[in-house]
């Protein structure tokens, strides 16, 4: 059995030493149990998505132009008829008491403070209500109007079970629903604690997967069976009139059947390099489902950011905006709040320093100063 010894507790004051966000990874492992580190962490049989996803930032250069005029300039874009000011979201990140005993709540506070918006996992391990009543609360503290809030959904075998969650996420005032369709059969060993559960899904069934020698592995069993389907997309857009997203997308030909079938939003991402080794990275795929698409939904880019640059890259080759992902573990971790807090703060100001750089006053003159291989 896994046994999770004590970490150490999260800072109170964060130290110098904390500039990046390889700082934060680097200190994480101290403030985490090994097991929850190694599942934070992990990729997927040889990790080569993993690396993929890193290696395709560091092959594309930037061009600078000089002596241009900034003037006037920031990072803000309009994304679903909300304005936000710099193109960075939260992920949904699953069950993140694991890596604070604030969980989701410590996210939102930081993502409110920062103006950032946050998309919440089904398999959160807050309910998605105490979460949306936390982001009020802190934007109201701070007398500001709350950062874009959505739900990630992961569908339920049973189509109700899912409707139940959409119309949760409607009456709690969630802005967007995101179905990610790629980890449906994702595999994992992690045993949660004790203490950490999916609080979204207390009383609905649990599915269990077994094999046996001999018999069945995956095909011809419940987990298979009931997998997302194009049609289950239809159905989705059909019970809700919040704009829907969708995650998990790597294919151009996925990218526009997504957009036929009512996707408002596509989010590219191969999950982190965590359900199948060997995908392309979703920045190598940006400029065909940029073409694939048409500029007929916004498309957002999730795998492998790591600082403003990284943001710089994926903006430069098409993306709409970026979402962060492990690094809120990592944050969470060490610092709790005010760790998330900085590390937004840091690849904010990490993209406007590069985009000064670069001579670029607003996003939209990032592609100009992008050499790919």
């Known amino acids: ?53 890193r290696g395709a930032f560091d092959a594309v250069r930037f061009l600078p132009r000089a002596l241009s005029d900034l003037r006037g300039g920031g990072t803000g874009l309009d994304l679903f008829d909300r304005h936000q000011e710099s193109p960075i979201l939260l992920a949904p990140l699953a069950y993140q008491r694991i890596a604070h005993p604030d969980g989701e709540l410590a996210t939102v506070r ?12 089904t398999l959160s391990s807050i309910p998605l209500e105490d979460i949306a009543k936390a982001a009020q609360q802190a934007a109201t503290a701070l007398g500001t109007e709350a950062a874009p809030l959505w739900f990630q959904l992961y569908l339920r075998e049973d189509r109700e079970w899912s409707a139940e969650l959409v119309r949760r996420a409607e009456a709690a005032g969630y ?26 899904l207390r009383g609905m069934p649990k599915r269990h997967q077994t094999a046996l020698p001999g018999g069945k592995v995956l095909f011809g069993t419940p987990l298979l069976d009931t997998a997302p ?124 320093h590069v985009m000064a750089q670069l001579g670029c006053r607003t996003l939209s003159d990032i592609a100009d100063r992008i050499m790919t291989p």
């Open 229 to 352: 389907r194009w049609e289950d997309l239809a159905w989705l857009r059909g019970i809700t009139a919040l704009p829907l997203l969708v995650k998990g997308i790597i294919s151009p030909d996925d990218a526009r059947m997504a957009v036929d079938h009512g996707a408002d939003g596509i989010i590219v991402s191969n999950h982190g390099g965590r359900v199948l080794d060997g995908l392309p990275s979703p920045l190598e795929m940006m400029p065909a489902i940029v073409a694939a698409v048409g500029g007929k939904v916004p498309l957002l880019l999730d795998s492998g950011i790591r600082s403003g640059s990284d943001i710089a890259k994926a903006i430069g080759l098409g993306a709409n905006a970026v979402l962060i992902g492990r690094p809120q573990f990592h944050a969470l971790a060490v610092a709790g709040t005010a760790g998330v807090a900085h590390v937004l703060h840091i690849l904010r100001a990490e993209l406007e």
């Open 1 to 53: 059995m896994v046994q999770y010894v004590n970490p150490l507790a999260p800072l109170t004051v964060i130290p110098p030493d904390l500039r990046t966000l390889a700082d934060y990874e680097r200190h994480a492992v101290a403030h985490l149990p090994a097991a929850s580190w190694q599942h934070i962490q992990a990729g997927i049989d040889r990790d080569l998505t993993l690396s993929s996803n």
């Open 110 to 121: 930081a993502a409110m403070a920062l103006g950032t918006g946050m998309i919440v996992s």
């Open 175 to 200: 802005g967007a629903i995101v179905l990610t369709i790629d980890a449906a059969i994702k595999q994992s060993s992690f045993i949660l604690p004790p203490d950490v559960d999916a609080a979204n």
